[in-house]
């Protein structure tokens, strides 16, 4: 079986490729722009294809999709920090919305049916109700910025796809991941970050901002092993949560980090951290996609967090 991910450089994408490369009996190809760090796959870079593309630029997408045919595509590729989406919102649409047209588009023009996967997001329903809690597929979608607002575009566009051509796509909404390799500037690293540059004397203080927002976070290997489960049982045209259904808010997190650590560091918020609209609370419903895949979190929370501290005191 040959499966394409786009975005295979990233965070999720280096893990769903580590996960399918494991199964056995997999091609693996995938997608990264020229000027992408391979840090993350470098433990694979022999066992897999990777193909320069910009997922913006159809041409490119339609070649790569005619050259491979592939059997599965995950869709990942995404600009996908929050607090960036604010900074430069015309290119969080664009590389978000643009690139999924012309990945549905070369699938459309190369006249065959691969199954197709695209990572939608939490961020989607936005602002939450507490009566709404734990969010379900129906809750309401009410982004609180451009990032979600391109994803909520994602999704929709899948939908639109599915029904005007018979598009053989699963949409998931992912709730919050972290893990290993997770980047620097996402909450779990940068706390992980400035606890180890703490203990080593290179700052006096962590910074923070916003640590009331609660958070559902699972761990990347959980989230890809569900991807993956979304193409093996999940329906065609169908959006599924993937989430733990448990919430911490970003200062547990801080004080779970602590602990593991063993370091006792000041904490100090910085105006500049806060978000000119923060989503404070998302837990999801998994029900859906349990009762369809079997699908449950298996690795705790706190091993996650071990696990991402030591990613980061071995490489500061």
Known sequence: MKVLITGITGFAGSHLADYALARGGVQVFGTARWRSPSQNIEQIVDKITVIDADLRDASSVDSLVVDIKPDWIFHLAAQSYVVSSWKVPSETITTNIVGTVNV????????????????????????????????????????????????????????????????????????????????RVFVCSDFAIQIVEAQNGLRPYVSVGNVDAVRDFADVRDVVRAYWLALEKGEAGEVYNICTGKGYSIREVLAKLMAVSGADVEVRQDPKRLRPSDVPLLIGDNAKFSGRTGWHPEIPFEQTLSDIFDYWRQRI
Not at 105 to 120: D, G, H, N
Not at 136 to 150: H, I
Not at 155 to 181: E, I, W
């Open 104 to 183: 549905f588009e070369a699938v459309r023009r190369a006249k065959y049916s691969p199954r197709m996967l695209v990572a939608c997001s939490s961020e989607e329903y936005g602002f939450v109700k507490p009566e709404e809690i734990p969010i379900t597929e129906e809750n309401a979608l009410r982004p609180l910025s451009p990032y979600g607002v391109s994803k909520v575009g994602q999704d929709l566009l899948s939908y639109q796809y599915f029904k005007s051509y018979g598009t053989d796509v699963v949409r998931t909404r992912a709730f919050n991941h972290t893990g290993p390799r997770r980047g």
